[in-house]
């Protein structure tokens, strides 16, 4: 079982960037995948990148792709989300998720795939 707690997330002016954190606390955090997604008020939740268990894979929503960078250290139990160039629609609450399987050569896209959720931060983007 994993427990997730993001961070990193606040108010932002256009075109500024924020790095949002994960931590992981559990024994099988570096056998799964990891992802992050987002929901906005009255929005479905949407996948925003997903990252192998190894690392060696990544997959990022096309209107993230390269605005956002997602990164993890098995080492320490953590997943980053780089956001650069934010938008106005980028505002959402953010949430990092755990795979519900392990060893995936890609990482999932879709929110019922992931098993494990953080409590989400928020991250507002003014104009």
């Known amino acids: 079982q994993l427990q997730l707690v993001e961070s990193g997330g606040g108010l932002v002016q256009a075109g500024g960037s924020l790095r949002l954190s994960c931590a992981a606390s559990g024994r099988t955090f570096s056998s799964v995948a990891m992802g992050w997604f987002r929901q906005a008020p009255g929005e479905e939740r949407e996948f925003v990148a997903g990252i192998t268990y190894s690392g060696t894979s990544t997959s990022y929503a096309d209107s993230m792709k390269g605005r956002f960078t997602i990164s993890r250290d098995n080492a320490k139990n953590t997943v980053t989300l780089q956001m650069n160039s934010l938008k106005p629609e980028d505002t959402a609450r953010y949430y990092c998720?755990?795979?519900?399987?392990?060893?995936?050569?890609?990482?999932?896209?879709?929110?019922?795939?992931?098993?494990?959720w953080g409590q989400g931060t928020q991250v507002t983007v003014s104009s």
């Open positions: 998720a755990a795979d519900r399987g392990s060893g995936r050569s890609r990482p999932p896209v879709v929110a019922t795939s992931y098993a494990y």
